[in-house]
């Protein structure tokens, strides 16, 4: 008999891929250009012609078994190195190669970090609203995924809340800033809350409690806005990078585990990840692309275009009526629907080939995402296209 579980799963797909799906059917049939399709988060702008540049270098110098064979279990030791040196410039961290596991993307860097820090029938927490594979990711792995429910006035912590869902079952909190779907940047005075909370509930409860941070939109912060450092606060992290968002390569999935070298056994996480590796399938992501952004660690792509499209979709959303809160960073929008039922809403802006994903996956219903990691000319002709839907529909 074919697996039960994962049979069930076919009846509830991805929303935002079958959107994408329907986004590339419907190019075809009016030309994609002509379908303002908001559902996939796929960054728009170039890869640094710098990374370009080490791809080819790498090609022409290096042997074809360096490049293409298996890199260690562990990962490359020289790029552990300098990711590890990156940090510690950057944000003021001491890790070594040691605390360092690359993986494939940050969905790889969760599926290792959830595992080590978690055992089945444990509780993790996340925050409402939140990226919908989370609930897979964990509820996956035996342990259980509860959501705290948002502070919609800025999308910053429910303290009242978290606090009320911590309990002695809680092994992590998974948390995600800048915020996909709400473009919200915790700030300092979040993540120092946070820290003092989960210290007082450690020694309340007799046991660690983890924060998992996902950070692929790190880089992506706009002008005024500061994306602090959630390990800084709290030593416990471990923190999931992708170079997806920050050098446009979400195809080539690479990405890491950085652990806190104050967390408890912080020298054995990593080794830890390579074990896991055995279990899921995982093994080693590919020696050229942890070579190549080695190399190119301190830069990023041009995402200036993310910030003139929030701007724009910002000031028409808010003259349209519409209840958003400004994000912060990442490349996504998430107003209030103009009405109660956000799916309702979404299929009526289909009309005006809006392709807009309903926010209920993401454990708020009412509220729709815009991803707007498209060209701006394109934001722009887009708009027309909104007012009409909102004059005509509301």
């Known amino acids: 008999m074919i697996n039960q579980q994962y049979k069930k799963m076919l009846e509830g797909k ?19 250009e002509n379908v303002f399709d908001y559902s996939l988060g796929n960054p728009s702008v170039p890869v640094p012609e710098r990374f370009a540049e080490v791809m080819r270098g790498l090609l022409g110098s290096r042997s074809s078994m360096e490049l293409h064979g298996y890199s260690p279990s ?11 040196a990156s940090l510690n410039e950057r944000f003021g961290m001491n890790y070594t190669a040691n605390h360092i596991f690359p993986t494939s993307g940050a969905a790889g860097a969760l599926a290792h970090a959830i595992r080590c820090v978690s055992a089945p029938g444990d509780e993790i927490l996340t925050f409402a609203p939140y990226f919908p594979e ?11 995924l509860r959501a705290v429910p948002a502070d919609t006035e800025s999308f910053q912590i429910n303290f009242d809340r978290l606090e009320e869902m911590l309990s ?4 992590a909190v998974l948390l995600n800033t800048p915020n996909n779907p709400s473009g919200a940047v915790y700030s300092a005075q979040t993540l120092t809350r946070l820290g003092e909370l989960l210290r007082k509930k450690q020694e309340q409860y007799g046991h660690d409690i983890f924060i998992l941070s996902d950070e692929p939109y790190r880089e992506i912060v706009f002008e005024n806005v500061e994306a602090p450092y959630v390990s800084k606060f709290y030593d416990n992290t471990l923190s999931c990078y992708s170079y997806s968002k920050s050098l446009s390569l979400p195809g080539e999935r690479i990405g890491y585990v950085a652990v806190n070298p104050g967390c408890t056994d912080a020298e054995l996480i ?16 590919a ?11 301190d830069i990023t792509s041009d995402m200036s275009a993310y910030e003139t499209n929030r701007n724009l979709l910002y000031g028409e959303l808010t003259e349209l009526g519409f209840s958003c809160v400004k994000p912060g960073g990442t490349f996504y929008i998430f107003p209030k629907a103009l009405e109660e039922d956000a799916v309702a809403f979404c299929k009526k802006a289909l009309k005006y080939d809006l392709v807009l994903v309903p ?28 007012r009409r839907f909102v004059k005509e529909e509301y």
């Open 134 to 144: 989370y609930g897979p990711y964990v509820n996956m792995t035996g342990a259980v």
């Open 74 to 84: 562990l990962g490359i030791a020289s790029v552990k190195e300098r990711i590890a």
């Open 14 to 32: 991805s929303v935002i891929r079958e959107l994408s799906e329907f986004a590339a059917a419907r190019g075809g049939e009016i030309g994609y």
């Open 270 to 285: 990593s080794a830890m990840c390579g074990q896991i590796s055995r279990g899921i399938g995982h093994n080693c992501p």
């Open 168 to 171: 002695g079952r809680t092994a």
């Open 359 to 386: 926010s209920d996956t993401f454990g708020l219903p009412g509220y729709f995402r815009m991803a707007y990691c498209i060209d701006t000319e394109k934001v722009e002709r887009s708009l027309s296209a909104l």
């Open 287 to 297: 020696s050229i692309i942890q070579l190549a952004v080695s190399q190119v660690l």
